[in-house]
């Protein structure tokens, strides 16, 4: 039975390496959102490069300075959204399979990046999904039409929302820095 049982556990065990199909999943998200997002960067610098045509309309140049604004937005938007699935792959891989040394080793590796349970995946995950968020609202603003009281009260209303979820995050990360480390007990 103690052999039946040994044998169990170590399949048991091993079975999380299933998690490294989540791992490279992601990170060919990853990937292709940074891609996709360079590419529409590029393609923006292109256009803009007309902006100081001396033949280009006032009315002309205004549109081109909307479109570009919006589409910076969307830029900032991709890469945010890359990130998430960045730490997204490197989370579920320290948390599921190895820690990464590397990370451990550099200087350059960022506090983000080390994970060390999964409350703190998902924290750190819902700070990027908030900023993504926030992007989101900051391009919706550019394109409302203010057409009665009530729309800018919804405005005001989804910019206060906005603001307490950045003092909540923020309030949690003061809160979560003051507690005491048990470990150490």
Same mark, same amino acid.
């Given at each position: 039975? =103690?052999?039946?049982?040994?044998?169990?556990?170590? !399949?048991?065990?091993?079975?999380?390496?299933?998690?490294?199909?989540?791992?490279? %999943?992601?990170? =060919?998200? %990853?990937? =292709?959102?940074?891609?996709?997002?360079?590419?529409?960067?590029?393609?923006?610098?292109? +256009?803009?490069?007309?902006? &100081?045509?001396?033949?280009?309309?006032?009315?002309?140049? #205004? =549109?081109?300075?909307?479109?570009?604004?919006?589409?910076? !937005?969307?830029?900032?938007?991709?890469?945010?959204?890359?990130?998430?699935?960045?730490?997204?792959?490197?989370?579920?891989?320290?948390?599921?399979?190895?820690?990464?040394?590397? %990370? #451990?080793?550099?200087?350059?590796?960022? #506090?983000?990046? !080390?994970?060390?349970?999964?409350?703190?995946?998902?924290?750190?995950? &819902?700070? !990027?999904?908030?900023?993504?968020?926030?992007?989101?609202?900051?391009?919706?603003?550019?394109?409302?039409?203010?057409?009665? *009281?009530?729309?800018?009260?919804?405005?005001?209303?989804?910019?206060?929302?906005?603001?307490?979820?950045?003092?909540?995050?923020? &309030?949690?990360?003061?809160? +979560?820095?003051?507690? *005491?480390?048990?470990?150490?007990?």
């Amino acid at each position: 039975m =103690a052999l039946i049982e040994k044998f169990f556990e170590a !399949v048991l065990w091993r079975s999380r390496y299933v998690v490294l199909l989540a791992v490279i %999943a992601s990170m =060919a998200s %990853a990937f =292709a959102i940074f891609y996709m997002t360079t590419t529409d960067v590029v393609y923006l610098v292109q +256009h803009i490069v007309h902006y &100081a045509d001396a033949g280009t309309t006032d009315l002309a140049r #205004k =549109a081109m300075h909307d479109t570009t604004v919006t589409h910076v !937005v969307e830029v900032v938007d991709g890469f945010l959204l890359g990130t998430v699935m960045l730490i997204f792959a490197l989370g579920l891989y320290e948390l599921f399979i190895s820690e990464i040394d590397e %990370a #451990k080793g550099s200087k350059a590796s960022s #506090k983000i990046l !080390v994970i060390e349970n999964l409350d703190d995946l998902k924290q750190r995950l &819902a700070k !990027v999904i908030i900023m993504i968020l926030i992007v989101t609202i900051f391009e919706l603003t550019m394109k409302v039409t203010i057409s009665s *009281p009530v729309d800018l009260l919804y405005l005001a209303g989804a910019l206060a929302l906005i603001g307490l979820a950045l003092y909540l995050t923020h &309030a949690s990360d003061d809160a +979560h820095e003051k507690t *005491p480390d048990r470990s150490s007990h």
